[in-house]
């Protein structure tokens, strides 16, 4: 029987000859920048436009853009930051022990 620990380095090995264990850079750019194409595209829109619908479809659009090229939250997940800073947060508001 294989021990718990030799599992898991095995595991590990298995992930990293596969790929697995890379960061998806090119793809949180692309999402970054698909992210700020919506809301110059909502921007431009709502300059641009006469009438009142199109312009709350823009302001809509550049929305949903704008807020999630904001969030970093898909960012620092792929950083592998999401956890230890949140705990650190947590702490620091007396929720949680660091």
């Known amino acids: 029987m294989i021990s718990p620990a030799a599992a898991i380095q095995e595991l590990r090995r298995d992930f990293a000859s ?9 793809r949180v750019l ?3 920048l698909l ?5 110059a595209a909502g921007a431009a829109v709502f300059l641009t436009s ?20 904001r969030s970093w939250q898909s960012y620092r997940r792929e950083a592998g930051e999401t ?7 947590f702490a620091r508001c007396g929720f949680a022990r660091a």
């Open 18 to 26: 596969r790929g697995w264990c890379r960061k998806a850079t090119s």
């Open 30 to 32: 692309l999402d970054l």
């Open 35 to 39: 992210d700020l194409g919506m809301a």
């Open 50 to 69: 006469p009438h009142l619908l199109v312009r709350a479809a823009a302001v809509v659009l550049a929305a949903a853009g704008w807020a999630s090229a």
């Open 83 to 89: 956890e230890r800073r949140d705990r650190e947060g």
